[in-house]
């Protein structure tokens, strides 16, 4: 948990994935912020299973956070970032900032000895990123 620790993300940070209950449907959602509270936990709305996060994958969501604020700290020279994609007819730009509205990010961690896709969600900014 290293200096953005300490900083604040100005937008919503969600983070969910699915309940491991068996045969419950249900999607755990909460603020990535919140992993840094020490009594951090939550809890399925559908079956009321609680969850609570060891120390390794809290380190890691915490981590995750941290790229976050870097991220926005960074966004101001975002605007210059492209990812190229070679084609047919030659290269095509694709601005750095388009990519972080339009696709999804997904972390793939540890939870109860299984893989879960963890999907997060960061709200823009500015709010005419996804117009």
């Not at 045969?23 to 919140?34: A, M, R, V």
């Not at 696709?103 to 117009?131: A, C, M, Y």
């Amino acid at each position: 948990m290293a200096a953005a620790a300490n900083e604040k993300i100005d937008a919503k940070a969600q983070i969910d994935f699915p309940c491991m209950a068996q045969e419950c449907e249900g999607k755990i959602s909460f603020n990535l912020l919140d992993v840094r509270q020490k009594d951090f936990q939550v809890i399925c709305p559908k079956c009321h299973t609680p969850y609570e996060f060891d120390a390794q994958l809290r380190d890691k969501l915490c981590r995750m956070c941290d790229l976050i604020v870097s991220i926005r700290k960074a966004e101001d020279i975002l605007g210059n970032c492209n990812v190229s994609v070679t084609v047919a007819g030659g290269e095509v730009k694709i601005p750095y900032a388009l990519l972080l509205t339009r696709l999804n990010t997904i972390i793939t961690l540890q939870l109860g000895g299984k893989d879960v896709d963890f999907h997060l969600w960061v709200e823009p900014t500015s709010p005419e990123t996804f117009r």
